[in-house]
T-cell receptor, first 108, second 112 residues
């Protein structure tokens, strides 16, 4: 079992819709959770982090954490074509693990 | 202008040659990391360092070496012992006691 699992996609949503990206993790001791956006050929960019159960909102992005279910998600509201990228989930506990990413395409 | 720089952006080498990738940060971060990214495999940790003159192996350290003589710098050497060195190499840094990692632009290494 991988430490961090994401659906590789591709996930396609129309412009203006809500994109929902999901991530599960195996280490119950994990404390910190991160979402990175990576455009093709570029390096990852940190866009959200969350430490406590519940929701955290930043502009069009909302991170949701449920430690009991070992589940973290990223919602992107009013999706734009510029949101088309691969989104990497990362989890930190005793070690730091990245998922393999979900490819998102926003269709104009 | 604070940030992490990696050079060069593209690097080409012949098989059997060692090559050193540069990583410099002016964020005053204590921890620095090297990752390798291959298509479809996500990021894999090569080495990391939390303080000057100390570093630890990551999941795929074989065939690589690092040094941390200055807080700002964490160069990675890809040796001829690394069997499949062609990849996208990413350097990151984070403040002490934080896992918020910030990445440099990366170096794409091609070995033929």
């Amino acid at each position: 079992q991988k430490e961090v699992e994401q659906n590789s996609g591709p996930l396609s949503v129309p412009e203006g819709a809500i994109a929902s990206l999901n991530c599960t993790y195996s280490d119950r001791g994990s404390q910190s959770f991160f979402w990175y956006r990576q455009y093709s050929g570029k390096s990852p960019e940190l866009i959200m982090f969350i430490y406590s159960n519940g929701d955290k909102e930043d502009g069009r992005f909302t991170a949701q954490l449920n430690k009991a279910s070992q589940y973290v998600s990223l919602l992107i509201r009013d999706s734009q074509p510029s949101d088309s990228a691969t989104y990497l989930c990362a989890v930190a506990g005793n070690q730091f693990y990245f998922g393999t990413g979900t490819s998102l395409t926003v269709i104009p | 202008d604070g940030g992490i720089t990696q050079s060069p952006k593209y690097l080409f080498r012949k098989e059997g040659q060692n090559v050193t990738l540069s990583c410099e940060q002016n964020l005053n971060h204590d921890a620095m990391y090297w990752y390798r990214q291959d298509p479809g495999q996500g990021l894999r940790l090569i080495y990391y360092s939390q303080i000057v003159n100390d570093f630890q192996k990551g999941d795929i350290a074989e065939g690589y070496s690092v040094s941390r003589e200055k807080k700002e710098s964490f160069p990675l050497t890809v040796t001829s012992a690394q069997k499949n060195p062609t990849a996208f190499y990413l350097c990151a840094s984070s403040p002490l006691h934080s896992y918020e990692q910030y990445f440099g632009p990366g170096t794409r290494l091609t070995v033929t």
